[in-house]
């Protein structure tokens, strides 16, 4: 039985270390959406964050995209001051592709 208890004992370390690592990941997650949170609320202002929170809703992955974009503009420099809603619309339109117009017809 002592080698069972080893092994038993093993395991327990391991998923310990495991739930570590998920958790210091966890945290690290959570501190970097933060600083994301507060350089957007440095770029944005309300309208054109809440412009933003809309999209997330509908559309999350290119809220997401949109975000990363903007905190690139801004360390390379070319976002030098707060952007309102205008602003953000047609950085929105430069950013994203436009969208193919589908249309269906019947024979």
């Known amino acids: ?8 004992r093993r395991m327990m370390e391991q998923m310990q270390r495991q739930m570590e690592e998920e958790q210091r990941m966890q945290a690290e997650k959570e501190i970097i959406e ?18 933003l929170e809309r999209i997330r809703m509908a559309k999350p992955e290119e809220a997401e995209y949109i975000e990363n974009q903007l905190i690139r503009l801004y360390q390379m420099g070319r976002i030098r001051t707060k952007l309102n809603d205008e602003a953000f619309k047609v950085l929105i339109k430069n950013l994203l592709p436009e969208k193919k117009d589908i249309k269906i017809r019947r024979i």
Not at 1 to 8: G, L, N, S
Not at 34 to 51: I, N, S, T, V
């Open 34 to 51: 933060a600083q994301k949170k507060a350089l957007l609320r440095q770029l944005l202002d309300g309208e054109a964050r809440g412009r």
């Open 1 to 8: 039985m002592d080698e069972a208890e080893e092994i038993k």
